[in-house]
């Protein structure tokens, strides 16, 4: 069992930055690959980005690719999402997410076990 708390998302201009945190609880953070999704008003649940157990490996959406990094500390139980360059578009509830198998690249909401509560992002002047 994992629980996930997302928090670092706010208001920002276009153009600006924010980086999200994802925590962990458990002792078994670093055998899961996380994602990262984000859902706009309306709109479907939309995959951002995912690492492998370690962070060493990621794969990201086109819409976000050059702009977003995943990063992770397994000591600290935390994966990050830093989002640089941010676009209106960008303004949505972002999620972390846990998979305990298969593999790491997974763009699928089913394709995870466990989610946080979400953290807004909005992008706007």
């Known amino acids: 069992q994992v629980q996930l708390v997302e928090s670092g998302g706010g208001l920002v201009q276009p153009g600006g930055s924010l980086r999200l945190s994802c925590a962990a609880s458990?002792?078994?953070?670093?055998?899961?690959?996380m994602g990262w999704f984000r859902q706009a008003p309306g709109k479907e649940r939309e995959f951002v980005g995912s690492?492998?157990?370690?962070?060493?490996?990621?794969y990201y959406a086109d819409s976000v690719k050059g702009r977003f990094t995943i990063s992770r500390d397994n000591a600290k139980n935390t994966v990050y999402l830093q989002m640089n360059s941010l676009k209106p578009e960008d303004t949505a509830v972002y999620y972390c997410a846990a998979r305990s198998r298969g593999s790491w690249i997974a763009t699928g909401p089913r394709q995870y076990d466990y989610w946080g509560q979400g953290t807004q992002v909005t992008v706007s002047s």
């Open positions: 690492a492998n157990w370690s962070g060493d490996l990621t």
């Open positions: 458990g002792r078994t953070f670093s055998s899961y690959s």
